[in-house]
């Protein structure tokens, strides 16, 4: 089926048709390597064909497309297809076990599984693992007739290309049927997937371009997991609209996340402070690539003989894998032996920063084209390694080598990420140290958001420190509706514990569930349930009309219905001047706080409620405490008490920390009904992928009985 290169006009690629087709659109972190906006929409075209030819049909609007595909350039050509085909993106978390996967896909009733080579055995589990029973399909009837299809991997026109092929933008602006399915997290119940319409991906992505001011200057260092709203609209969409740059790296890393931030800034602080070519020195290693063990023969035996044919092995790689490793093992064999002169030594061979540089890059691209098979580390040559295989300072500069230089303006991640980087930050080398503080810096760094969880003051203090001045803005969103409230962009709108006001084009009210009256705008310090509505809201709960009904609410003023969040919210009055309107018009007034899930968070113990999250924050305070989690643990004589479960910072309290230490230290900064009167201390705190907790599992596995007879 050839090509037309024709796509409708959706917002997001008349967006994209209006860049400049020169700049960057996607770039791979370590490899370097890099795509440009005049080949995206090509690829899309190309993509949607592909697709089309695997369903054997042109019209499969409203149909759910799953896809496993790993970060990067591939992954935007593959959602941005889909969207094309005016079907519904369905992307699955590699990480997630078969059966989880099962569920989703016979749940949504997904008609097609595309994937990359690198999740092809993944998708190939899927299909053999025998599917669940009962079907949680609502269709008693549905059996599973699922298709896998492998798509090829881009490999970009190259930095020096100016030429792109031409897409016309079609006058046919009809979007209904494409959209984004993401699935909950299942915390409460079995997981439901949300179906996110095209008008509303496009107004979610508006309302952060007019708030947090995108423009194609802007570079994104993306490192989220992509079957999240964070990861897909905060981190592409919103991009993508604006005509940035996307640069993937993932998974997280903090070391490497350092080295990335410090990258552009590293040559003239090492021009200070390192002799021209000492991480170059003879006697340094090669660096380890790691590959599947079927794999492992192939490499050996071309690096050790040249050779440039592919070597028959039992592997599931195609022929033109197998010719290109074995095209990349041969210039490696090609630069060991030229460099396995006189200056070698017995603990490795001398190389030059460009041999170094480049075998790097082989290196990168070796592991590009394999598959995640059962692997093991292989030395590329004899002695290319110590003997006990550590990687030294010339390994790990030249995994970096290709590394991204152009400073990154724009970092959105979860607090577990910022908690983590601070943590690693003072051991890195000074050079690299220094470089990340001045790349983090609000002179480069223009935006650093904290989102999906609670901040912790602690944590927002530090980085402001070591970034030096650069203070993290603080948000609110979840799947059905994306960022629905935001602080502002100026420093004085980003006030601790608060996540700002409702964003463009956003509604929101406060709804005391208990006396079933929505709570008058200019009524502060009165907590009450967040209520949402606007053209950013989810349509439907796929399948499920009666969880679809249950978390909508009829309103008379004709505007829609209200989405329940199911969050519980206080609104405050703040010193100027916050609130005065400087970081844009939406920004105005008292300022929401966050007091958490009605159902996990707010705590109702004596005929008092209890904010969770208020209660962490003060606990996360104390220098004792390194995580916390404050849960709603049964009493008989309170109904609900206070329990915290802590990690300790055993540097600071080596012989523990008792309850009654716990609650001298909180008293005076929280109420007495509000300290916790359960404590326990753990090794480790369960978290998903974007640092939540899943409180109710936490409190089984905590506190084993019902009703904890500790009571204070």
């Known amino acids: ?192 997937g949300v179906l996110i319409p095209e008008t509303a991906l496009t107004a979610q992505g508006r309302a952060l371009i007019e708030a947090w001011k995108y423009t194609p200057e802007d570079r994104l260092l993306h490192i989220l997991p992509l079957h999240h709203i964070h990861g897909t609209v905060n981190a592409i969409i919103t991009p993508l609209f604006a005509g940035s740059a996307i640069e993937f790296l993932f998974p997280f890393n903090a070391d490497t996340v350092w080295r990335r931030f410090a990258n552009p800034f590293l040559e003239s602080l090492k021009a200070d402070t390192i002799p021209n070519g ?172 904290s989102g999906s969880a609670a901040l912790p003051t602690p944590v927002k203090r530090a980085w402001k420190d070591l970034s030096r001045g650069n203070v993290l803005l603080e948000r609110y969103g979840m799947t059905e509706v994306g960022m629905a409230l935001s602080c502002g962009l100026e420093f004085e709108d980003r006030v601790d514990g608060s996540v700002g006001w409702p964003l463009p084009g956003v509604e929101a009210r406060l709804f005391d569930t208990d006396t079933n009256e929505i709570i008058p705008p200019d009524v502060v310090e009165r907590s009450g349930e967040i209520q949402l509505r606007g053209a950013n809201i989810f349509r439907e709960y796929w399948a499920n009309p009666t969880a679809t009904a249950k978390e909508f609410l009829s309103a008379d003023d004709g505007k829609g219905p209200w989405f329940k969040t199911g969050d519980v919210a206080v609104r405050r009055n703040v010193p100027a001047p916050a609130g005065s309107g400087t970081s844009g018009d939406w920004a105005k007034g008292p300022m929401y706080f966050i007091l958490g899930r009605q159902s996990a968070d707010i705590i109702k113990s004596g005929g008092e409620k209890v904010s969770a999250l208020e209660v962490e924050r003060e606990l996360l305070s104390l220098p004792e405490v390194l995580e916390a989690a404050v849960l709603a643990v049964p009493s008989g004589k309170w109904g609900q008490k206070v329990g915290a479960v802590t990690i300790l910072d055993r540097t600071i309290c080596p012989d523990g920390w008792k309850p009654m230490d716990m609650r001298r230290a909180l008293k005076g900064r929280l109420a007495n009904y509000k300290i916790p009167q359960v404590l326990r201390v753990v090794d480790h705190i369960p978290r998903n992928a974007m640092g939540k907790i899943n409180k109710k599992n936490l409190l089984r596995q905590v506190f084993l009985d019902d009703f904890s007879g500790d009571e204070m």
């Open 278 to 449: 000492a991480l170059n020195a003879p006697g340094k290693g090669l660096p380890y690539i790691s590959l599947p063990s079927t794999l492992s023969r192939t490499v050996s035996e071309a690096c050790s003989t040249g050779a440039t044919t592919p070597v028959s092995i039992d592997t599931a790689l195609s022929p033109s894998d197998m010719s290109r490793i074995s095209q990349i093992a041969a210039e490696l064999y090609g630069i060991i032996r030229l460099a396995s002169g006189p200056n070698s030594t017995p603990d490795g061979v001398a190389l030059s920063p460009q041999e170094t540089a480049r075998i790097g890059q082989l290196a990168v691209d070796l592991n590009e084209v394999v598959r995640p098979q059962a692997t093991r580390s292989i030395p590329l040559s004899s002695g290319a390694t110590d003997v006990n295989g550590n990687v030294n300072n010339a390994v790990s500069e030249g995994k970096f080598a290709n590394m991204c230089k152009d400073k990154i303006t724009f970092f959105t991640v979860v607090p577990t990420v910022y908690t983590r980087l601070l943590s690693t930050h003072k051991a890195l080398s000074p050079e690299i140290a220094e470089a990340g503080c001045i790349a983090t810096s609000p002179e480069h760094m223009r935006v650093a958001i």
């Open 1 to 192: 089926m050839a090509s037309t290169l024709t796509l409708p006009k959706f917002p997001l690629f008349d967006a994209i048709s209006r860049h400049d087709p020169n700049s960057t659109v996607v770039a791979h972190c370590l490899s370097g390597r890099s795509f440009k906006y005049g080949e995206l929409l090509p690829d899309v075209c190309r993509a949607r064909d592909k697709i089309y030819e695997a369903a054997g049909k042109t019209d499969i609007r409203g149909e759910r497309i799953a896809f496993l595909v790993e970060n990067s350039y591939d992954y935007v050509v593959t959602f941005l297809a889909i969207l094309a085909s005016r079907a519904i993106a369905l992307p699955l978390s590699p990480p997630f076990p078969a059966p989880e996967l099962q569920y989703i896909l016979t749940q949504s009733q997904a008609s097609l599984l595309l994937h990359s080579a690198k999740f092809a055995s993944k998708a190939k589990e899927v299909l053999i693992t025998p599917w669940p029973e009962p079907s949680p399909n609502t269709d008693p009837e549905f059996k599973p007739t699922l298709k896998a299809v492998e798509l090829p991997k881009h490999l970009g026109l190259g930095r020096d290309n100016t030429i792109f092929d031409t897409v016309t933008i079609a006058d046919d602006a009809e979007t209904e049927g494409a959209g984004m399915m993401l699935y909950t997290s299942g915390t409460t119940a079995r997981p439901k």
